[in-house]
């Protein structure tokens, strides 16, 4: 059973920093591209970054300067490292990846991230 499990979220004042992982298990991610996501209440989930078998990453504007999506193939884990955080930045993030040889989406449950005084 594939499963992505993330952890790393909380409760942060604006400015502050956080670091989400997220682990999977019961497949090999390292040919898939990884992404964090993410939904705030009441809006659409939107995609904040991804990282690809080759290491090539892309941020959503939003986010870009101020988060860090990085992998452990060894681990088979990617993280995402948030500074410069703000109060907009609060949702739940979600882990996510494609597998194109199945056609599967693969979603963790999320983490809560909350930017406030």
């Known amino acids: 059973q594939v499963q992505l499990?993330?952890?790393g979220g909380g409760l942060v004042q604006?400015?502050?920093?956080l670091r989400l992982s997220c682990v999977a298990s019961g497949y090999d991610f390292k040919f898939l591209r990884m992404d964090w996501y993410r939904?705030?209440?009441g809006k659409q989930r939107e995609l904040v970054a991804s990282i690809s078998s080759d290491l090539t990453t892309?941020?959503?504007d939003s986010v870009k300067g101020r988060f860090t999506i990085s992998?452990?193939?060894a681990l088979n884990s990617v993280y995402l490292q948030m500074s410069s955080l703000r109060p907009e930045d609060t949702a739940v993030y979600y882990c996510h990846s494609y597998n194109p040889l199945y056609a599967l989406d693969y979603?963790?449950?999320g983490t809560p991230v909350t930017v406030s005084e």
């Open 14 to 17: 604006p400015g502050g920093s």
């Open 71 to 73: 992998r452990s193939n």
């Open 39 to 41: 939904q705030a209440s």
């Open 107 to 109: 979603w963790g449950e």
């Open 58 to 60: 892309n941020y959503s």
């Open 5 to 7: 499990v993330e952890s």
